[in-house]
């Protein structure tokens, strides 16, 4: 192996480097997305019982908030319970924007690899001919040996960029999928937490103006019966006169 990397000349260097930064990206991106550690169970239930409640304390938004992104977006849903439903939604959206770009954020990079790996190895290929024909130029084609060396570090380096674009670019991919996949989820639990809000608010109006109907009808009556005891007095007084 080693002497394969030292035949495809000084382009293999950063085509190594490529791999090895791909790969700690792929791992930490397998850590950062997994889907429980995004998208925990009983989170959503959990922020739902608590806008029902109405006993929520700041303590337990920040232990929503601080457990997982999903708890994040949550939080902010939660934070404007007590303002009209449009504001609570902007607030869950920039919320979610910004957990979003911080899930996408090595995305670039592994992009940018499977990208210019592929054009590293091109670029080793051409530097690998471009040797051999200098050597044809100066020596003629009677020594093979040094016709090889050019040969054998334009095919290297060529299959080594395919290598590592391949790969990066099948996680690229499939990382992509699995953001846009969490964010739908995300967006599902946050709608469902405004909608809990929402009816929750107008069962408080409806309770509030049931209340409020049998003092009106109470007033209404004590302005008919008071109404009705002036009438009679009226004419108890006509009648004496």
Do not use: W
């Not at 967006?187 to 109907?213: C, P, T």
């Amino acid at each position: 192996m080693f002497e394969y990397i030292t035949a495809g000349g000084i382009l293999i260097i950063p085509i190594l480097l490529c791999s090895v930064v791909a790969m700690a990206i792929v791992i930490a991106l397998f850590v950062k997305l997994n889907t429980k550690k995004v998208i925990p169970e009983g989170v959503a239930d959990m922020a739902g019982k608590l806008a029902m409640s109405g006993k929520m304390t700041p303590s337990h938004i920040a232990q929503i908030r601080d457990g997982s992104p999903l708890g994040r977006v949550l939080a902010a849903g939660l934070d404007s319970v007590d303002q009209p439903r449009h504001i609570m939604k902007t607030n869950i959206e920039e919320t979610g924007r910004h957990v979003i770009h911080e899930m996408d954020k090595y995305m670039t990079t592994l992009g940018t690899i499977a990208a210019i790996a592929p054009l590293l190895g091109l670029l080793g290929t051409v530097v690998g001919m471009i040797s051999v024909f200098s050597v044809i130029t100066s020596q003629g084609v009677g020594n093979p040996t040094e016709l090889a060396g050019g040969i054998s570090q334009a095919l290297i380096t060529t299959a080594a960029g395919i290598s590592v674009a391949v790969p990066a670019l099948i996680f690229h991919r499939y990382f992509r999928s699995k953001i846009t996949s969490l964010a739908v989820e995300m967006e599902k639990s946050a709608m469902k937490l405004v909608d809990i809000v929402g009816n929750a608010a107008i069962h408080k109006r409806s309770v509030a103006a049931a209340a409020a109907a049998p003092s009106v009808a109470s007033s209404g009556s004590q302005k008919a019966m008071a109404a009705v005891r002036a009438a009679q007095q009226s004419k108890a007084a006509g009648g004496v006169a």
